[in-house]
């Protein structure tokens, strides 16, 4: 069974900066788009961001856009979201999420039923 494992969450002061990591067991990550989503108490799960297999073409959301950058790096067999500028409404658990890249099949970067493996979250604090 694919696992996914999140790394790199914590608490910070507003504008401060984390780096999130997403590391799969047993697998090449190239192989996968990945997405990155947050939920934060009482609220729906959101898109953050998320990087295409392959050519690694990105995708943000409004709300991180410009604050949050999202990378791979296969050396490591890990995607990456670096996280500046962090503000309080920032305050989530922050999920890795793997859809397997096929060239037949259209990736939407943003829909969370895309996505067949989840990690288990990374809590990320932001305080005033």
């Known amino acids: 069974q694919v696992q996914v494992e999140e790394s790199g969450g914590g608490w910070v002061q507003t504008g401060g900066s984390l780096s999130l990591s997403c590391a799969p067991s047993?697998?090449?990550?190239?192989?996968?788009?990945v997405g990155w989503f947050r939920r934060a108490p009482g609220e729906l799960q959101e898109f953050v961001a998320a990087?295409?297999?392959?050519?690694?073409?990105?995708y943000y959301s409004d709300s991180v856009k410009g604050r949050f950058s999202i990378s791979r790096d296969n050396a490591k067999n890990t995607v990456n979201l670096l996280m500046d500028d962090l503000k309080p409404e920032d305050t989530a658990v922050y999920y890795c999420?793997?859809?397997?890249?096929?060239?037949?099949?259209?990736?939407?970067?943003?829909?969370?039923?895309?996505?067949?493996?989840w990690g288990q979250g990374t809590q990320v604090t932001v305080s005033y």
């Open positions: 047993d697998l090449t990550i190239d192989d996968y788009n």
């Open positions: 990087i295409t297999a392959k050519d690694g073409r990105t």
């Open positions: 999420a793997l859809d397997r890249y096929a060239a037949w099949k259209t990736f939407f970067p943003s829909s969370v039923a895309r996505y067949d493996t």
